[in-house]
């Protein structure tokens, strides 16, 4: 298409980047280019942030960050660490130029595959190289402005834990960095537990730096934090990428009363949708979030690699890395928490 090209965005165009986000009805909150600086000072990759242009005007961006590791692979992604990414353009001609231009970047960098992580379906054919999965879902609430009102959809098991939770003492409150601390010491033994590397604090702290409008929401027990998640808003919606407890905590629901409170709270602060994160369909924490009664939404995650290549599958589902997960939970916390940060930067 004449008059139409691809740029890169540094220092110049990043108001022109931000505005166009800000106005796409699809965006994520993760297009918003503060993430751009929470990924590059907490892991260091490069990033590669490509926008289309038409006649002088922004049609399209499309956020990619390099990974480069031994054990994982070299590959362009968007975006890594989080939930949503992708092409975000005002029509197939442009996301078809901004998809073209990140295959021509993979094979200039001899990368070995690209991943686009989208909230909707794409107009990539296949026999352009690029393949479609399916195996995450987020899971969204839509809210009344009345809490009370899902309350009453709750089913009793569920509000009975909620009020035992209440019962054993524990409260929820809401902070930012100097509650960070408490959320962190319970995310890494979460983590731990899970078989999975740990993200550094950090990362976390460039989240609350970098992200516009992002909460600790915390729950605690005699007087240790036994739950906590971060809260992310933009405009009317409430996403908690990011959410974990204590196991042994877990015969005092406090993670059932995490969830009921960053309800109640994400009500009276006027939102409209709680986005409860992604998760494995049909997993464990699937089946844990649909008490709450959400939407099921099902996950785009696109891939091209160059032919006879097959893109990894960095997932703990995968049997390959069976073993090392349960290695990983029998470690003790200190040494995971050592070696995590440096293993997990580069699992996307």
């Not at 379906?121 to 899902?150: C, F, N």
């Not at 990362?203 to 909460?215: G, P, S």
């Not at 916390?333 to 997990?344: D, F, K, S």
Request: proline residues 5%; charged residues 20%; hydrophobic residues 40%.
């Amino acid at each position: 298409m004449r008059h139409l090209e691809i740029v890169e965005v540094a220092d110049a165009g990043q108001e022109e980047w931000q505005g166009y986000v800000e106005r796409a009805s699809q965006a994520s909150l993760y297009h918003a280019l503060g993430w751009r600086d929470v990924l590059q000072h907490s892991f260091g990759h490069r990033s590669w942030y490509l926008m289309a242009r038409y006649r002088g005007e922004t049609r399209g961006v499309l956020p990619l960050v390099e990974m480069k590791s031994s054990l994982f692979g070299h590959s362009l992604v968007s975006l890594p660490f989080l939930d949503y990414g992708g092409v975000l353009a005002d029509g197939p001609e442009y996301e078809a130029a901004l998809t073209t231009a990140a295959v021509d970047l993979a094979t200039k960098r001899s990368a070995q595959h690209v991943e686009l992580r989208q909230s909707t379906a794409a107009t990539r054919p296949s026999e352009d190289g690029w393949m479609l999965r399916q195996h995450k879902a987020a899971l969204v609430i839509p809210l009344d402005a009345d809490a009370d009102m899902h309350w009453s959809r709750l089913n009793s098991r569920l509000r009975g834990k909620i009020r035992k939770a209440e019962k054993s003492d524990a409260t929820f409150s809401i902070g930012t960095l100097e509650v960070l601390s408490d959320f962190y010491r319970v995310f890494c033994l979460n983590m731990r537990n899970l078989g999975t590397p740990v993200y550094s604090l950090a990362f976390f702290k460039n989240v609350l730096r970098f992200a516009e409008d992002a909460t600790v929401l915390i729950v605690h027990r005699e007087g240790r934090p036994a739950a906590a998640a971060i809260a992310l808003r933009r405009n009317g919606l409430v996403e908690l990428p990011w959410i974990c407890s204590d196991y042994s905590q877990s015969s005092f629901y406090v993670n059932e009363y995490l969830y009921w409170s960053a309800l109640q709270w994400a009500c009276q602060s006027g939102a409209h949708e709680l986005n409860l994160g992604r998760c494995s369909v049909d997993g464990g924490v699937f089946r844990f979030k649909q008490q709450w009664n959400p939407e099921v939404r099902p996950l785009f995650w696109y891939y091209w690699a160059p032919p006879g290549v097959t893109p990894p599958e960095l997932s703990p589902s995968n049997p390959r890395y069976a073993v090392a997960i349960h290695c990983w939970k029998k470690m003790p916390l200190a040494l995971a928490n050592r070696l995590g940060p440096w293993i997990v930067r580069n699992i996307p």
